[in-house]
C-alpha cells in the first residue's frame, strides 16, 4: 500500500490505519523527506532569484524596425523606446530627368515614347515606349550621360520597367566598349526593377555612355519606364550589389529627385485587427444603401438578386505571411490581390477563412452578398477581424499607434559618414544636426561678385553655422546637380560652386555660385540689381520686352520678366515689365535652388514628433517609412453651402479651394483632428484618389463644424531614402516600472510646460534670450534685451555692450519671422561720442544677426524690431 505524502512538496506521512505501520523505516522516510524538503529550499531560492532579477535590474529586449513592412514578435507588451535613427543622403546623377514627367531630353530610336498617367510608380506619368518598324525588333529610349560619370568611380544604374517584351536598361559606350545589359523585365502586371553595375574598368576607354531604356522583341511591343537612377557607390557596395536581387538593390537604391535626405521618418504599429470600423470601408458602385451601427460594429444592407452589393477594404500584409479573417454574418467574405488581379480567398459563407498572402502586398477584402452571383435578401456583417496567423483571437477593434518625427537627416552621400541622428530623451526627440539645408529662394542678401563670358558669379552669406571645407552640394532649379569646386573654378566659367570665407578668420560662412547668361537672361554688358537677382532666385529670367523668353537682355530697350513652365508659349509664362516680387510656380522644370552643406560644428536642435510606438505581446505588423506630414493645418471645403445634406472635403482637387489642400501630394491620409483632437467621423479615401493624391470626406456636417479648426496627419507621394528605426523593449518588471515613472514624470512636466504656457498668454512677459558673442546687457536694471510675443506679433528691444559681429541671440519656436526681417540698431562707443547705424536681422531660424562696421562703437547698441510669427 502506498504512503501518503503531504499535498504541496510531497513528504512522506505515517498511515496509521495500516498494519504494515508497524514496520516503518523511520530512518528511511526521514532521509527522504530531508532531500524533498532541500530540493524545495533550491527550488524556491531559485524562483525568488529570478523574480529579484526582473525586479532589481532593468532587461531590455534591442528591436531594430527595417524599413518596409514587416512582423515583430514581441515577448510582452511594451513601450518601444528609441535609440536612434541615422540620416543617409542619396544623389540620383540625372537630378530630376530620371523622374519621366517630361519627354524633354529623352530621344528614341526605332520606337515611339510618349507619357503615360495609368501606368506609373513615381508621381504623375511614365515613359511609355512602343516598338516601331524598322529597329529589327527592338526599340529604345535614351539620352546622353557622358558628363555625369566619373570612369575613376563605381555606379549603379536602376529603372522601374513594366513589360512582358524584355524591357530592360542597358549601358551603351563607345570606344569600341561593349554595352552593359541589365536583367530584362517579362511582367506586364506591375513594375520590376532592371538594374546594372558599373567599375572603372568598364568605363576606361569609352568616348561616350549613353543610357537606354530598351524594348526587344517585336514591332507594336510596349514597356513603360518609370524612374530612371544612377547613384555612385563604393567599391565594396559594387561588391554587396553583385549578392542581391534586383528587388533588394530597388529597395536600397530607390528612386529619388536629385538630392534627398531621410525626410519626415515614422513607424506604424498596426492593431492587432488589421480591419478598421465600417465607416472607413469603401461602397460598392452597384449602390444601395449601407447602415451600420457604431455601439455594436454592425454592417447591414438589402441586397438585390444578380447584383453585386458589398463593402471593399485595402489593407497592406506582410508577403508569405499566413492571415486569418472571419466575421459573424450571414453574407459572403471574400479577399483578392487587386494589383496582380487573383483570388486569396473565393467567395465565402464560412465564419472565418485562413489564408497565406503569397506574393501579394495589398489585399482587398469584400463582406457581399455575392457567392456566385448577387442573393437578394438583408445581409448583416458584425466584428470583421483581419488578423496575423491562425489562431482565433476575441474581437478587438483596430488601433494603430504611430511614431512621426518631422525632420531631415543627412549623411555624407558616398560614404555614410557624419550622419544626422535622431536620439530620444526626457520623452522628447532631439537631432545632432551635423548638415544643414539652405532653399535659394530669394531672401538672403545676394550681392554680385563678378562677371565672365557668358556668366556672372554671385555671393552670399551662409544662413546659418559656419561650413565645413568642400561639402558643398547644390542642385540648380531644373534638378542639375553641382558639386562644389573651387574660387577659381567658380570664377572661370557657369554652374559652379564654392563655399568660402567672408573675412581673415578663415571661418567658411558665405559662398558663391556661377550663372549662365542663358538662365539668367543677364547679358555680358549688363550689371543686375539686388532685387534682380533675388528675382533670378525666385525663379524668373530678364529678356527684353518683345522679344523671346529664350533671348538675353543686353542692358538697352525696356526689360521683361518670364519664369519656366510646362505650358505657354515654348515653356516661358509672361510677367511683363514689373519686377517680380513673389515666387514663381513650382513644376518639373523649376524649383528653388537648394544648397546642402556640412557643419563645422554639429547643433543640437529639438524636433517636432507625434505619437508613441508600443509593441503587443505576440506578433505585431509594423511599417517603417519616409514622408509623414503631421498635423498640417487645412480648412476644409464645404461642399453644399445649406442646411441640407453636406460635405466637407479634404485634399478634393474637384473644387478650386486652396484652403482644402495639402501643401504636398497625398499618399494616404492617416488621421483628421478638430482642435487638436482626434476626429473618427472622417472617411480616409487613400491611393491617389483625386489628382491631389488622397482625400478626407465627412458627411452630413454638423452647422457647428464650420467655427472649428482642423489639422491632418498624412503620407506623401514624395520619396526619400528610408533607414532602419533602432530601438528596445522592456521584457521584465523592473523596466516596466521605469518606463512607466518616466513616462508619469515626463507627462506631468509637459502639464507644467503648458500649464506655464497659458499663464505666459494669460499674463503676457516678457522673455529674456541667452545672449552670444560676448554681448551682455547694457545695465541689470533698465534697458533689457527681451521679447514678447502679443497676439501674432512679436516685440525684440534692448540695450547690450561689448559684443562683436555676429549673432546675438536665438529666438525659440513660435517667436521667430517666417522670413528674414530686417530693423535699425544704433551703435555707440564709450563716451557717447560717436554713432552709427546698422541693420539688425532676425532669420526664419531664430537666429539674431548683427554686423558693425566699426567695432570701437560696440559700448552700447539699442534696437527694437516688430514682425509677424511664424505661424
Known amino acids: 500500500m502506498t504512503n501518503p505524502v503531504t499535498p504541496n512538496i510531497g513528504l512522506n506521512k505515517i498511515d496509521r490505519t495500516s498494519p504494515a505501520t508497524t514496520y516503518f523505516d523511520l530512518e528511511k522516510y526521514i532521509d527522504q523527506n530531508a532531500d524533498t524538503v532541500d530540493r524545495f529550499a533550491g527550488e524556491a531560492s531559485q524562483a525568488i532569484e529570478a523574480l529579484q532579477q526582473r525586479l532589481d535590474t532593468e532587461a531590455r529586449r534591442e528591436v531594430v524596425l527595417q524599413p518596409g513592412l514587416q512582423i515583430v514578435n514581441a515577448e510582452r507588451s511594451a513601450p518601444f523606446s528609441l535609440s536612434g535613427i541615422k540620416g543617409r543622403t542619396l544623389v540620383n546623377l540625372l537630378g530630376r530627368d530620371g523622374n519621366c514627367e517630361s519627354i524633354d531630353g529623352w530621344l528614341e530610336n526605332t520606337s515611339t515614347i510618349a507619357l503615360d498617367s495609368d501606368n506609373k510608380v513615381y508621381g504623375s506619368n511614365s515613359l511609355k515606349v512602343t516598338v516601331a518598324s524598322g529597329g529589327n525588333g527592338q526599340g529604345t529610349v535614351w539620352r546622353q550621360i557622358t558628363s555625369l560619370i566619373d570612369k575613376t568611380k563605381y555606379y549603379v544604374a536602376i529603372v522601374d520597367v513594366k513589360s512582358d517584351a524584355g524591357g530592360r536598361i542597358i549601358i551603351e559606350m563607345g570606344g569600341g566598349k561593349s554595352n552593359i545589359d541589365g536583367n530584362p523585365i517579362t511582367n506586364k502586371e506591375e513594375f520590376s526593377p532592371s538594374f546594372v553595375r558599373l567599375k572603372p574598368s568598364d568605363l576606361e576607354g569609352a568616348d561616350y555612355i549613353v543610357l537606354h531604356g530598351l524594348i526587344k522583341r517585336s514591332v507594336g511591343d510596349i514597356a513603360y519606364f518609370d524612374g530612371f537612377r544612377i547613384y555612385e557607390v ?57 447602415e451600420y451601427s457604431t455601439t455594436d460594429n454592425t454592417l447591414s444592407f438589402v441586397g438585390e438578386a444578380d447584383k453585386s452589393h458589398y463593402k471593399y477594404l485595402d489593407v497592406p500584409l506582410m508577403r508569405n505571411a499566413v ?173 559652379n560652386l564654392n563655399l568660402g570665407s567672408s573675412g581673415s578668420n578663415g571661418v567658411i560662412d558665405n559662398f558663391q555660385i556661377s550663372i549662365s547668361n542663358a538662365d539668367s537672361g543677364w547679358g555680358d554688358n549688363y550689371t543686375p540689381t539686388t532685387y534682380e537677382i533675388k528675382a533670378y532666385f525666385m525663379g524668373y529670367k530678364m529678356y527684353p520686352a518683345g522679344g523671346s523668353g529664350s533671348d538675353i537682355y543686353t542692358g538697352t530697350g525696356t526689360k521683361a520678366w518670364v519664369y519656366r513652365t510646362p505650358s505657354g508659349l515654348d515653356g516661358w509664362q509672361d510677367v511683363g515689365t514689373t519686377l517680380p516680387s513673389i515666387p514663381a510656380p513650382t513644376n518639373v522644370y523649376w524649383q528653388p535652388y537648394k544648397l546642402i552643406y556640412q557643419l563645422e560644428t554639429p547643433t543640437v536642435e529639438p524636433i517636432v514628433f507625434e505619437g508613441m510606438l508600443t509593441l503587443s505581446e505576440g506578433t505585431n505588423q509594423v511599417e517603417v517609412g519616409t514622408e509623414i506630414v503631421v498635423r498640417e493645418s487645412v480648412k476644409p471645403y ?73 489639422s491632418a496627419t498624412y503620407l506623401t507621394l514624395d520619396n526619400s531614402p528610408v533607414v532602419p528605426i533602432i530601438g528596445s523593449y522592456s521584457v521584465n518588471e523592473k523596466a516596466i516600472m521605469k518606463d512607466l515613472t518616466d513616462t508619469v514624470q515626463q507627462n506631468t512636466s509637459a502639464v507644467s510646460v503648458l500649464i506655464n504656457k497659458k499663464l505666459d498668454n494669460d499674463i503676457p512677459g516678457w522673455i529674456t534670450p541667452t545672449l552670444l558673442n560676448g554681448w551682455e546687457q547694457y545695465d541689470s536694471t533698465s534697458y533689457l534685451v527681451g521679447f514678447k510675443k502679443i497676439g501674432k506679433i512679436v516685440i525684440l528691444t534692448g540695450t547690450i555692450k561689448n559684443g562683436v559681429s555676429g549673432h546675438i541671440c536665438v529666438l525659440p519656436e513660435g517667436y521667430r519671422p517666417q522670413k528674414i526681417v530686417s530693423g535699425l540698431a544704433i551703435s555707440r562707443n564709450e563716451n557717447q561720442s560717436s554713432a552709427a547705424s546698422n541693420a539688425i536681422e532676425v532669420r526664419n531660424d531664430g537666429r539674431v544677426y548683427i554686423g558693425i562696421g566699426d567695432q570701437a562703437l560696440n559700448a552700447a547698441l539699442q534696437f527694437t524690431v516688430i514682425f509677424e510669427a511664424e505661424q
Do not use: C
Open 638 to 710: 464645404n461642399e453644399v453651402r445649406d442646411t441640407g445634406n453636406r460635405k466637407y472635403n479634404i485634399n478634393n482637387g474637384s473644387w478650386p479651394v486652396p484652403e482644402s489642400h495639402f501643401t504636398k501630394k497625398a499618399y494616404r491620409v492617416l488621421a483628421v483632428y478638430r482642435e487638436g483632437k482626434y476626429d473618427p467621423r472622417w472617411v480616409k479615401y487613400s491611393y491617389s484618389t483625386t489628382s491631389l493624391g488622397a482625400m478626407a470626406q465627412l458627411l452630413n456636417v454638423q452647422q457647428d463644424d464650420e467655427k472649428y479648426a482642423y
Open 234 to 290: 563604393t567599391q565594396s557596395e559594387y561588391d554587396l550589389i553583385g549578392t542581391m536581387t534586383a528587388s533588394q538593390i530597388a529597395a536600397k537604391y530607390p528612386y529619388v529627385d536629385s538630392i534627398q535626405p531621410v525626410r519626415n521618418p515614422y513607424a506604424i504599429r498596426y492593431g492587432e485587427n488589421l480591419l478598421p470600423p465600417f465607416y472607413e470601408w469603401f461602397d460598392s458602385p452597384m449602390g444601395g444603401k449601407y
Open 323 to 495: 492571415y486569418r479573417l472571419s466575421a459573424e454574418h450571414n453574407g459572403y467574405l471574400s479577399v483578392t490581390d487587386p494589383i496582380r488581379n487573383t483570388i486569396l480567398v473565393p467567395n465565402t459563407s464560412e465564419q472565418f477563412k485562413t489564408f497565406n498572402s503569397g506574393e501579394t502586398e495589398v489585399a482587398r477584402i469584400y463582406l457581399s452578398n455575392v457567392s456566385d452571383v448577387g442573393q437578394a435578401g438583408k445581409f448583416t456583417f458584425k466584428n470583421p477581424m483581419l488578423t496575423l496567423g491562425s489562431t482565433p483571437k476575441p474581437f478587438k477593434p483596430r488601433e494603430d499607434l504611430i511614431l512621426a518625427l518631422q525632420t531631415e537627416l543627412y549623411a555624407d552621400p558616398l560614404t555614410g559618414a557624419k550622419a544626422d541622428e535622431i536620439f530620444e530623451k526626457d520623452g522628447k526627440y532631439f537631432k545632432l544636426a551635423r548638415w544643414k539645408r539652405v532653399d535659394l529662394d530669394g531672401e538672403l542678401p545676394y550681392e554680385l561678385w563678378g562677371a565672365g563670358l557668358g556668366f556672372k558669379w554671385i555671393n552670399a552669406l551662409l544662413p546659418s553655422h559656419s561650413a565645413a571645407d568642400g561639402s558643398g552640394l547644390l542642385t540648380k532649379f531644373q534638378g542639375k546637380i553641382i558639386k562644389e569646386t573651387d574660387y577659381f573654378t567658380v570664377s572661370s566659367m557657369a554652374d
